[in-house]
T-cell receptor
């Protein structure tokens, strides 16, 4: 099915472990984004990518790593998970950047709990 | 602080009434704005957008108004239905943030509750 999918839907991990959240889109959108959503903070940008092999930091990148070897995939890795990274993570994609008037399409989210 | 914010964090309306959700933005260079709806347990869903060269845009039961003079954005929902209950976010394009294409900056959201 066409769309943007995130996996896993829910994840519990221990402090210090590495965990990877997956994001896959079928539209061949150039832009992909990772946001985290926390009460009181709304959606905050972690990393984004304008194309394959091009990534850049957002507002809250510390503790996260991304890669984009293929246009359709944009995994987010927490190298050493901390409790402050407990959050709901949303991946989004866009045909072009917001400046050109393209909105983002979001996945259903991954709820990550770090214990 | 946030460059995009909301006047009311919660809004409760009666079914059938009109709803108005407000948003203030601070970046006068922003030229594109979007309203998103987020239902519980789901990702944000695009509702309607507007460019800065417009002051009003209408969709199905929704209207977005943009007042650039006071940097204010509003979402009007006509004949609000129980299915409209959700959190609504405004977002602005921030041209100076995130490279040449800019990135969307989101407000914290307003929760809309519709009473039957």
């Amino acid at each position: 099915d066409a769309g943007i999918t995130q996996s896993p839907r829910y994840k519990i991990t221990e402090t210090g472990r590495q965990v990877t959240l997956m994001c896959h889109q079928t539209w061949s959108h150039s832009y992909m984004f990772w946001y985290r959503q926390d009460l009181g903070h709304g959606l905050r940008l972690i990393y984004y990518s304008a194309a394959a092999d091009i990534t850049d930091k957002g507002e809250v990148p510390d503790g996260y790593v991304v890669s984009r070897s293929k246009t359709e995939n944009f995994p987010l890795t927490l190298e050493s998970a901390t409790r402050s990274q407990t959050s709901v993570y949303f991946c989004a994609s866009s045909e072009s950047g917001a400046r050109r008037g393209y909105g983002y399409t979001f996945g259903s989210g991954t709820r990550l709990t770090v214990v | 602080g946030e460059s995009v914010g909301l006047h009311l964090p919660t809004l409760s309306v009666q079914e059938g009434d009109n709803s108005i959700i407000n948003c203030a933005y601070s970046n006068s260079a922003s030229d594109y704005f979007i309203w998103y709806k987020q239902e519980s347990g789901k990702g944000p869903q695009f509702i309607i957008d507007i460019r800065s060269n417009m002051d009003k845009r209408q969709g199905q039961r929704v209207t977005v108004l943009l007042n650039k003079t006071v940097k204010h954005l509003s979402l009007q929902i006509a004949a609000t239905q129980p299915g409209d209950s959700a959190v609504y976010f405004c977002a602005e394009n921030a041209p100076s943030y995130g490279g040449s294409q800019g990135n969307l900056i989101f407000g914290k959201g307003t929760k809309l509750s519709v009473k039957p």
